[in-house]
């Protein structure tokens, strides 16, 4: 398994502006993930982050409004670009592990925007 | 494309009663699926999985099981307790092409188990 921490826990912004939330791993890991759980709703994937190339980003997800980076293996950010109350959800990372299938997930990120 | 239909909540039991929440998926080649447990304000721990058909995946006294010609991936649990009062999630990883490791997730469902 692993660990993971995500900061910040959770956040209150004004529309129009930006946040960036971190994913820290305790271990190195190839494939890391960001998905968005809106209110009531299951998980949509975001994106996938591979270190050293550029994120794939799923269906209705761009790059200009969730720009991602992954400098190393142990850490990702993803940032929610120009908010609106839309944006509302909670946002997870989740990394694979030894190419078990089995994903992991951080606490979340619970993002409110007014 | 793939996707996963679980059985609509929220489902209320009684502490010590039998659980079931049904899952049943449609993808192509062989998934992996999976059980995730999401507990109030937390994030999601995974709960059990399978990789191939028959398989059984099992964890705290919650069980699935693989089934391939009914493409179902049911979860059970002969007595529950107040503490596993949660939203279950069911999910699959494709295998193969582009969709290698992408989890696709049902809608979730809320079980409250009541003392």
């Known amino acids: 398994s692993a660990v993971i921490s995500q900061k910040p826990s959770r956040d209150i912004c004004q529309r129009g502006t930006s946040l960036t939330i971190q994913c820290q791993v305790d271990?190195?890991?190839?494939?890391m993930f960001w998905y968005r759980q809106q209110p009531g709703q299951s998980l949509t994937l975001i994106a996938t982050a591979n270190q050293g190339s550029e994120a794939t980003y799923e269906s209705g997800f761009v790059i200009d409004k969730f720009p991602i980076s992954r400098p190393n293996l142990t850490f990702s950010t993803l940032t929610v670009s120009n908010m609106s109350p839309e944006d509302s959800s909670i946002y997870l990372c989740s990394v694979e592990v030894s190419r078990s299938y089995e994903q992991y997930f951080g606490p979340g990120t619970r993002l409110t925007v007014t | 494309g793939n996707s996963v239909t679980q059985m609509e909540g929220p489902v209320t039991l009684s502490e010590e009663a039998f659980l079931t929440i049904n899952c049943t998926y449609t993808a192509t080649g062989y998934p992996s699926l999976f059980w995730y447990v999401q507990y109030p304000g937390e994030g999601l721990q995974l709960l059990l999985k399978?990789?191939?058909?028959?398989d059984k995946g099992s964890n705290k006294g919650f069980e699935a099981t693989y089934r391939k010609e009914t493409t179902s991936f049911h979860l059970e649990k002969g007595s529950v307790q107040v503490s596993d009062s949660a939203v279950y999630f069911c999910?699959?990883?494709?295998?193969?092409?582009?969709?290698?490791?992408?989890?696709?997730f049902g809608k979730g469902t809320l079980l409250t188990v009541n003392p």
């Open positions: 271990s190195q890991v190839t494939m």
């Open positions: 399978a990789t191939k058909a028959d």
């Open positions: 999910a699959l990883t494709g295998r193969g092409g582009g969709s290698n490791y992408k989890l696709t």
